[in-house]
């Protein structure tokens, strides 16, 4: 039986539909009510269930300036609770936002939950939710999901099912040191941790910083880390057709497109393999076509070449490398082109969501970090890879293609992208124009949600959306294993930097 903690009051025009009020038992702890809590009353409808929304504290003594003006003076400012029993006029009163009306199956599991008609009855008693009924409520999953962590309020912890939460995109997000990529780690950890038995998709990272290289040296974890480097990343030459060139290089005109199809055709004719390389040789030794064509198509393709991305062979091959339950990490930490990283995201994402419509890889979860680089929200920003990504966040739930975007700027990330994030985990985020979008970009986004994520501290987030029935506060567990420079200072490497330039 959970504890009654109050009882139902007229307070202000309350309780209605939306709201009740209850005072706190004074005999009670207080500090067991906390502002996010869990509550159930009887109603006529049957088992009301809320969370409080804010606690006031009252006291009749004290609410007169005059009266306080009267009797506190300078040499005694306690007065007037040395003349009277004030601290026995003191209480407390919570406000809760009603959530609905559970209905239960003969089992005692939640059955559904109906949406409130009627108001609380004043004079009911007042409770803490219990944990199993909380936890069907959220709809925690305690047996496979995920542990974030704990619930900020109650001893729950925070196990999120992982259907819920990867089937439909979720982003991650929040002000550069909030805990994006220790937020990131935490869930790499439970995926790559989770049984054969249970069934884990396929993990693809773009690590721009590279700050997962480190899993792969992590004893327990290594056999299912793979890690390239962006610099020996090969975009196949003889999988592009004259229309992907365009892309890459916007600047070839209708005319050039049409001739440069004909040299690909006459280029696989003779070799399957071939080179950038190869098909500029080509069109400079052919002897038919246009001149000024032929000469804008190798300056166009020759700066295309000297990005150093382009082979007659994938590489790494995603058809062999894509693994449920592996997690293969792209290390963009040596890549300064913004150009160049943008290539190799579009391809990877065309690739792996080419590959999964066609059944020839497992589902997997493609993590794009610092995502508002690869996907902005700007109409002038022509990112090269916006589209594929903004494709995949609205067609990639249907061929379990599962997207994760992160991002400590959400204003400057595609809207259209954002909107699709089914689930968002934020943490703290002060800017005001980001608050903004995120409310355009999500209707669950409240001015009251909106003022609480701004004042999160280190370690606390706020998850919403399809991954949870209803949004909570969760404080993120410590993670299992430790990257190697996460406890260095600024300090400690300047002092290394003098002793090796002594030495």
């Known amino acids: 039986m959970s504890e009654k903690v109050g009882t139902v009051f007229n307070f202000l025009q309350l309780p209605d539909v939306q709201k009740f009020p209850f005072v706190i038992d004074k005999e009670k702890n207080q500090m067991m009510i906390q502002k996010g809590q869990f509550v159930c009353t009887e109603s006529i409808e ?7 929304e804010k606690i006031l504290i009252l006291n009749e003594y004290f609410s007169d300036a005059l009266t306080i003006k009267a009797y506190n003076n300078e040499n005694n400012p306690n007065i007037l609770k040395g003349l009277f029993p004030s601290d026995d006029f003191e209480y407390a009163i919570a406000i809760v936002r009603n959530l609905g009306v559970i209905e239960f199956d003969n089992n005692d599991k939640i059955k559904k939950v109906n949406r409130m008609s009627y108001p609380a009855r004043p004079g009911k008693e007042v409770f803490v939710v219990e ?18 962590g704990n619930l900020k309020v109650g001893n729950l912890k925070a196990k999120i099912p992982i259907n819920k939460l990867l089937n439909k995109h979720f982003a991650i997000l929040s002000i550069s040191g909030g ?24 993990i693809v990272l773009i690590d721009v910083h590279g700050e997962y290289s480190y899993l792969k040296s992590i004893q327990e974890l290594s056999e299912k880390v793979s890690i390239f480097d962006s610099i020996y990343s090969q975009i196949s030459v003889p999988n592009m057709n004259a229309y992907i060139f365009r892309k890459y290089q916007e600047q ?12 690909i055709k006459k280029i696989r004719k003779k070799n399957k393999l071939y080179s950038l390389h190869n098909l500029i040789e080509l069109i400079a030794e052919t002897d038919d076509g ?16 000297r990005l150093n991305l382009f082979g007659p062979e994938e590489n790494p091959n995603l058809d062999n490398l894509i693994k449920p339950g592996h997690l293969t990490i792209f290390n963009f930490e040596k890549e300064i082109s913004i ?8 391809y990877l994402s065309n690739r792996l969501f080419y590959l999964r419509r066609t059944e020839k ?19 002038h920003s022509k990112a090269l890879s916006k589209y594929i990504l903004e494709t995949i966040a609205r067609e990639g739930r249907k061929f379990m293609a599962c997207l994760c975007l992160i991002s400590q700027r959400p204003k400057k990330l595609s809207s259209t992208a954002l909107s699709q994030m089914n689930s968002k985990m934020i943490l703290n985020i002060k800017n005001p124009y980001d608050l903004k979008h995120l409310m355009d970009s999500s209707e669950a986004i409240t001015k009251e949600y909106a003022d609480t994520i701004s004042s999160l501290g280190v370690g606390e987030m706020l998850l919403m959306g399809n991954a949870v029935k209803y949004p909570i506060f969760i404080e993120i567990r410590t993670r299992k294993y430790k990257s190697k420079v996460e406890d260095l200072l600024l300090t400690d490497l300047c002092l290394n930097w003098t002793d090796k330039k002594l030495s």
Do not use: M
Request: charge should be negative; hydrophobic fraction near 40%; glycine fraction near 6%.
């Open 46 to 52: 049957g088992y009301l269930i809320g969370v409080v």
């Open 131 to 148: 944990d199993e009924i909380l936890k069907q409520f959220i709809g925690l999953d305690y047996e496979k999901g995920l542990d974030l």
């Open 179 to 202: 805990g994006k990529s220790y937020l990131t780690s935490i869930l790499i950890e439970e995926l790559l941790s989770r049984s054969d038995s249970w069934g884990t998709p396929a």
């Open 252 to 263: 070839i005109s209708n005319v050039q497109v049409r001739e440069l199809a004909n040299y």
């Open 290 to 305: 246009n001149k000024s064509t032929k000469q804008a198509l190798i300056g166009w393709l020759s700066d295309l070449d």
């Open 339 to 346: 150009r160049k990283k943008q290539i190799l995201v579009d």
């Open 361 to 379: 890889i497992p589902p997997f979860l493609l993590i794009v970090e610092e995502a508002h680089q690869f996907c902005p929200e700007a109409a």
